[in-house]
């Protein structure tokens, strides 16, 4: 994994205390999806360098992450700015998608 | 060049592998590649139990085992996915989705299949949000929530009983009269006894229904025409499977309405030197056993195709002398005498030609690039391009005209 790893303390550093403009991935080792769209989000973390955030959260390692926002399911990618909540790209997203969704936000 | 292969295979899965460790093994220059994980299908699945040699062997160390294998025989590995094709030349190429393009001579497609989506309202807007297709990576989600299942085969059924281990209801939809289910008797019994596991027949979804989150599934009976709701947090879909094979449309591969490829026994195409294997063909039963046949079939195929491409590349192409190529079979006695008067005729002319004979029976790749059907038949190349078909006579002199 080349992404950073965020734990709940970590998470709520990043995202909140921060309010960096970033995307956090969460997903778990023996999904086949995680396996296809983990490598998109790695590929495109080099081209935002310091302008946006790149995590991942393991969904096994984390519980209470992934339940306080109810997801139901994993890939998803979560976009957060300034502490806020702004939107989510679940299952088999492509590059493009991704790409879109961050130019949006910054 | 370092982007051309003897052969290049679409597909990480078993098909794809067991064609790269008979590839490897044969020499070939072997390229494989596999857009997402390495295992395919076979690597979603958690327990295998039919494949010989491995009384019960979960599908990621299986295909684990068999990439370790085909890298031993020196097969090649690539990330990538491929997007388009062109097979109109003799070296077919690949274009991959980072924009790289690579050679072969020789290509073999096993990129499988993908989860088939019913299309109904919901199903899309709520993928993520309760909508899930994978219960490996999704069920635990659903801990103590009411889950639906859609569809009776062995991995609806299969893949339910793991998600009644989180669940606190499960309710499968079934097209079919009660009792009746598509999977095989084992999982069905096991399912029937399953507490957590409930049966609606004669059924099918109609829409997922939510704001954020699943909430509820309509249900429309078949048999009475009449729709219900049920409360449930997540639909799991298990409605079968599709070929991958839409990055084809446009190659010039002949599929059937579903987009599979059919093939001969051979696992040859309608294209020459292309291939298709496992999920990607027609074919009647669709196992990690079977997919590994294709592979190992394919791949030998390829190879003998390769090695006449290669023949007719030094022996014809790239010959200083004219060549007559002369088809012959070993059951046909004329055609025997034929090539014996154009061996004599090609002695009496040895400055301008040479003779290549060509096995009808065993070389037929190069008899159908040229449309060779009658026996004898000969033509004559010059520096690898048909200049003319002679015209076949028993008599020499008429022969001798033509050659010169």
């Keep these: 994994m080349l992404l950073p790893q965020l734990t709940s303390k970590a998470f709520e550093e990043k995202i909140y205390d921060n309010g960096e403009a970033c995307l956090v991935i969460f997903s778990r080792k023996d999904c086949h999806v995680c396996k296809e769209v983990v490598p998109t989000v790695e590929e495109l973390q080099p081209n935002y360098e310091g302008k946006f955030g790149f995590y991942y959260v393991d969904v096994e390692e984390d519980k209470p992450l992934y339940q306080s926002f109810s997801l139901k399911g994993v890939p998803q990618i979560l976009f957060f700015k300034e502490g806020e909540y702004y939107g989510k790209l679940s299952g088999h ?4 998608q991704i790409e879109e969704k ?3 936000i910054l | 060049m370092g982007n051309t292969y003897d052969l290049i295979i679409i597909g990480g899965g078993p098909a794809g592998l067991s064609a790269a460790i008979y590839g490897g093994r044969a020499k070939l220059k072997t390229l494989l590649i596999n857009k997402g994980t390495i295992g395919g299908m076979a690597d979603t699945t958690r327990e295998i139990v039919n494949y010989p040699g491995y009384i019960n062997v979960s599908g990621p160390e299986l295909m684990s085992d068999f990439k370790k294998h085909a890298e031993s025989f020196g097969a090649e590995f690539l990330k ?3 997007v388009g094709t062109d097979f109109s030349q003799d070296m077919k190429k690949v274009t991959t989705k980072k924009k790289k393009e690579f050679f072969a001579k020789a290509v073999i497609l096993a990129g499988g299949c993908q989860p088939r989506l019913l299309n109904i309202p919901g199903e899309k807007e709520l993928r993520g949000s309760g909508v899930a297709y ?13 889950v639906v299942v859609v569809g009776s085969g062995d991995q609806a059924i299969e893949e339910g009983m793991f998600i ?3 669940a606190r209801k499960l309710t499968v939809i079934v097209l079919h009269d009660e009792g009746i289910l598509d999977c095989n008797k084992v999982s069905a019994e096991k399912a029937f ?7 609606i027949w004669n059924s099918t979804i109609e829409e997922v229904l939510g704001e954020d989150n699943v909430e509820r599934v309509r249900i429309k009976n078949l048999k009475t025409g009449s729709s219900s709701n049920l409360d449930c947090q997540g639909v799991f879909f298990f409605v079968g499977m599709i070929p991958a094979t839409q990055f084809l449309k446009g190659s010039g591969i002949e599929m059937d309405s579903r987009g599979y490829i059919p093939v001969n026994d051979l696992m040859e195409t309608n294209l020459s030197g292309i291939f298709a294997v496992g999920d990607n063909r027609v074919k009647y039963l669709r196992q990690v056993v079977s997919a590994a046949g294709d592979g190992a079939t394919a ?12 023949a007719f590349q030094n022996n014809i192409a790239n010959s200083d002398k004219k060549v007559l190529l002369v088809f012959f079979n070993a059951t046909n006695t004329e055609s025997l005498e034929f090539s014996a008067i154009m061996e004599e005729l090609q002695q009496e002319y040895r400055e301008d030609y040479k003779i290549v004979k060509v096995d009808m029976a065993t070389k037929k790749n190069i008899a159908e690039k040229y449309e060779v059907k009658m026996l004898p038949t000969v033509i004559i190349f010059d520096k690898g ?8 006579s028993m008599d020499k002199a008429n022969l001798k005209i033509q050659l010169i």
């Design chain 1, 102 to 104: 961050i130019e949006e």
């Design chain 2, 299 to 310: 791949a030998v195929a390829a190879e003998r195709y390769i090695e006449e491409l290669d």
């Design chain 2, 80 to 82: 990538d996915e491929v």
């Design chain 2, 193 to 199: 006894q399953n507490e957590k596991m409930e049966f």
């Design chain 2, 134 to 146: 994978c219960a490996t990576c999704d069920a635990e989600f659903f801990e103590g929530e009411d």
């Design chain 2, 164 to 166: 009644t281990k989180f």
């Design chain 2, 385 to 392: 391009e048909k200049i003319k078909e002679l015209e076949c």
């Design chain 1, 93 to 96: 997203v492509e590059e493009e």
